[in-house]
């Protein structure tokens, strides 16, 4: 029914500001029913970080900020929803207007700085449905002016590691000053290693994954995936938004500061993705994010090294239909390759995409 309806959807969202759209998207899925997905093909499912996942398409974080709808999100067809990222404390993020859509080239850029309503809130959500099933991570952050960053990010175990399927330590938006910088060698070290002694005071074993930004020098990247291994996280996102422009971005808002996500993304984190996945040889998973808008793009990730992958700018043009469309194109794929599960296809095309570079 919304696949249907989502030409005119489409054009009501797009005729309103960005974020005010998103909004009505976010109450529409709190008050609308939704009937139950269909079953998912039984060679999609992934095991990954100790979790089933009943297929391999997930929504990023970013979109369900502070945990309001992550059983809607599932009801979609996701085989797993990311909630955040949630900081300790509430706070307002960036002035307004910080979402600019770029419709000639499916991209957006962001600015938004952690908008959120704080652990509290959400915290009170997620108790609401335990017991549930389905597979909900939690997107950890750290307050703009937090003293001691890494802090938040161990509190953010403390509360979230009971309630969540996994934890995401998010140090690689671009809209925080300086909170890059935990990237480097010495600061990731000490950030990991509080995180992992947080999660071993709740004497829950909540899998913890890192995500990574994609404009890393390959050195940088290196380190990073060193101490990532060496602390023992469960597992890597790459990527998030980049702060770089490639050439031939279309739209009136290209030149706005923020994060650019969508397909103008999709060469350099999947790019960054297969650097990664040579750097971890198979010891942890990979979550692949940016750019991802058809199967196609799905299967490039998982092709160049992710076990999983996530979406969300290409829900804005493309709408929640896209997430049937990639399962269908992924079944397609195991059957034209005579494949019972997508674990052959990871990390084939690792070597060449890592080859080609990121592009312009």
Same mark, same amino acid.
């Given at each position: 029914m919304i696949g249907m309806a989502w030409p005119l959807m489409r054009a009501v969202l797009h005729g309103m500001d960005a974020e005010r759209a998103h909004d009505l998207t976010l109450a529409a899925l709190e008050s609308v029913p939704l009937p139950a997905p269909q079953p998912d093909?039984?060679?999609?499912?992934?095991?990954?970080?100790?979790?089933r996942f009943p297929n391999p398409v997930g929504l990023a974080a970013g979109f369900d900020k502070d945990a309001r709808v992550p059983d809607r999100i599932l009801r979609l067809g996701f085989g797993f929803a990311e909630c955040g990222s949630i900081t300790p404390l509430p706070q307002p993020g960036n002035p307004k207007p910080r979402v600019f859509r770029l419709?000639?080239?499916e991209g957006a850029i962001n600015r938004l700085g952690f908008n959120n309503g704080g652990h509290d809130a959400?915290?009170?959500?997620?108790?609401?449905?335990?017991? #549930? !099933?389905?597979?909900?991570?939690i997107n950890i952050g750290a307050n703009k002016n937090a003293a001691d960053r890494a802090a938040d990010y161990a509190a953010g175990v403390r509360v979230f590691a009971a309630l969540a399927s996994y934890l995401t330590v998010n140090i690689s938006s671009p809209n925080t000053p300086g909170l890059r910088d935990l990237q480097g060698r010495a600061a990731l070290d000490d950030l990991l290693a509080r995180v992992l002694e947080a999660r071993a005071e709740t004497g829950v074993n909540t899998p913890v994954l890192l995500k990574l930004a994609p404009d890393l020098a390959l050195e940088d990247l290196d380190d990073a995936v060193d101490v990532a291994l060496k602390r023992g996280v469960d597992g890597l996102?790459?990527?998030?938004?980049?702060?770089? #422009? !490639?050439?031939?971005?279309?739209?009136?808002?290209?030149?706005?500061?923020g994060g650019l996500s969508g397909a103008p993304l999709f060469r350099r984190a999947t790019w960054v993705l297969a650097e990664t996945a040579r750097r971890v040889e198979g010891k942890v998973p990979l979550v692949g994010v940016g750019g991802i808008n058809s199967a196609e793009t799905a299967l490039a990730k998982i092709r160049a090294g992710a076990s999983l992958v996530q979406i969300y700018t290409a829900l804005t043009y493309r709408g929640p239909g896209l997430v049937a469309d990639i399962k269908s194109g992924l079944s397609a794929a195991l059957v034209r390759d005579k494949l019972d599960s997508l674990a052959p296809l990871v990390g084939r095309d690792m070597d060449a995409v890592a080859k080609e570079g990121p592009g312009v």
């Open positions: 093909d039984a060679r999609l499912a992934v095991h990954a970080f100790g979790l419709p000639g080239s959400a915290r009170a959500r997620l108790k609401l449905r335990a017991g #549930r !099933p389905g597979i909900v991570g996102i790459v990527s998030n938004t980049t702060i770089t #422009r !490639p050439e031939g971005l279309q739209g009136a808002a290209f030149t706005e500061q």
